[in-house]
């Protein structure tokens, strides 16, 4: 068996399939809900950060526009996007799919892949806000191109993002464990 993975023997393994079917017919939230409780969790960073004096850049003495000055503020950029990412990426796993402002407008990140949101994919889903802020923010509009309403972020991380005060709009897909073996063995 060993040797047959290491020759390369392998068999494509379709392992979200399953999970894809079970989450047929669930609401997403929409872009408005999704902006505001963005918004939300971004002021509660900006807020927390102004309290604890995290906000004031070091003391700088070098004049503006040399080296020494666009070092300081590279490094006070850095320090501001690792905070709101370790944020974003602890709030979601914690929050098992809920930010602050996720919960406050009663949305949820839901894993396409798996049953929880994993640290992986909160970290992934946390970096891929700045791969949405790229090109002027086009990758927060690509929500109204997919046709599950992902942006890049939710693509990055294998995510969607449900409304939890809608009904589900359809039944979830029943796959036999029977079925899909029989099916399998058929393509062997």
Request: proline share 3%; aromatic share 10%; hydrophobic share 45%.
């Amino acid at each position: 068996m060993l040797l047959k993975r290491w020759r390369g023997d392998r068999a494509f393994h379709a392992h979200e399939t399953a999970r894809m079917d079970s989450l047929n017919g669930l609401p997403l939230a929409s872009f408005k809900k999704r902006a505001y409780a963005i918004a939300i969790d971004f002021l509660l960073v900006s807020a927390v950060r102004s309290l604890l004096h995290l906000n004031g850049h070091a003391e700088n003495h070098a004049p503006e526009g040399t080296v020494g000055w666009f070092l300081i503020e590279a490094a006070e950029f850095v320090k501001h996007v690792i905070e709101s990412t370790l944020y974003f990426a602890i709030a979601l796993r914690v929050g098992k799919g809920q930010t602050v402002g996720k919960w406050a407008m009663k949305i949820c990140v839901v894993s396409l892949t798996e049953p929880t949101i994993s640290w992986w994919q909160s970290i992934e889903r946390a970096l891929g806000y700045g791969a949405s802020l790229l090109e002027g923010g086009f990758g927060f509009f690509q929500y109204y191109l997919n046709k599950n309403r992902q942006t890049v972020h939710d693509r990055i991380a294998e995510t969607i993002v449900v409304d939890l005060t809608r009904p589900r709009a359809e039944a979830p897909i029943q796959t036999d464990a029977k079925e899909l073996a029989e099916e399998s063995a058929g393509l062997a």
